[in-house]
């Protein structure tokens, strides 16, 4: 849907009316949100930037949406993420506080044990193992008539990279895979997560009598040498880092799969000249991303953002979906362009103090993974129109239930039913 924003230079129509403060723009989260988030999002960014909403759990919050105004709350320190940490009464257990639970410094302390080893440089060295996985993953497969691209490669895909990047071993892997998938389905999430916490501990242990050169490793080294964050703290930030690094990357190879079904001109631009696939990559998350927000925020004083003061103690979600498409930032943000100059600009994996650490791993994956379907799959169409594709998860993380594709020759698929 292109969407223009009134008061552009060349466009007649008046602009729109100051946005008034406290304006509650009721539940637009829930519905179709989760399978078309950029229709509901251009709305409010076009006519209510900093809107308050209602999510689907009835909860208040303030949504921000325009990228000048995102981009900014997210460097802004009035806007916290630290939470309570839990009751006493049971032993530390993995996921208790995760890296999105702080703020500066303790953020910063903990996060210093990861950043060495998922520097670009560093993790570009996966890169030939992550190739062969995806030629092995694909070559195994075969050509079926049809196959979800979901359970059939971007889910073994992405756990066989996981497994490679932690160095987790064969013997370890199913309970790993359950644990990972329960947690992720909101499944027996208990059993789930002692089952990580137990992995987590057990690979620690592991890398203290083999020490390697995977990122268990590594952080492991950082963390003894540094002395300053505590066991718990240690695991709480590999299990995030684990599970964290696991379904984003599945539904994210999903959705640029997607959209390059429904850009079949962009499809062969990029068949055509492989090359432009790490600029490609930036375009395609900048176009869709299975979390259209940035964790949830709590305003430790009144903030003003964008003309409107949000009252301390309020919830603040940060809309990078929205951002993402704002065409202050993004000229012509509706059309997917692989070769857009600015797409590195895009703001999906956050900004500021808590920009993803595992950005460098989800870009090579991406790359990885769509360079090796372009090569095993040169005809691949979906087997179902866009609307009759299932969509899980929730608002904070959408999830694509499976992406049904025809692999065989013949005509165009229903990609833009």
Sequence with gaps: MASTPAGRAGDPRPAPPAVPARGTEGSPLGGGFLARPDEVLAGLRERCPVARVTTPAGRPVWLVTREADVRAAFLDPRLSLRSTPPAPGRPHRAMD???????????????????PAFAPGRIAAYRPRAAELADELLAALGTPA???????????????????????????????????????????????????????????ADCREHPGEDVTSSVLRAWEASGQVTEAELVDLLAMLVLAGFDSTVQMLGMAVLALLGHPAELARLRAAPELLPGAVDELQRWDTPGPFGTRRVALADVEIGGTVIPAGSGVLLSVAAANRDPRSHPDPDRLDLTRPDAARHLTFGAGPHYCPGAPLARLELTVALAALLRHWPDVRLAVPVRELAWGGGFQHRRLEALPLLLGTGRAGPAAA
């Design 97 to 115: 506080l995760t890296l999105v639970n702080y703020d500066p410094p303790d953020h910063t302390r903990i996060r210093r044990l990861a950043a």
């Design 146 to 204: 049809a196959v979800d691209l979901i359970t059939g490669f971007a889910e073994p895909f992405a756990f066989a990279v996981l497994r490679e990047v932690f160095g987790f071993g064969d013997e370890v892997a199913p309970r790993l895979h359950r644990a990972v998938g329960d947690l992720i389905r909101h499944t027996d999430a208990e059993r789930a997560l002692d089952e990580l916490d137990a992995i987590v501990r057990a690979r620690i």
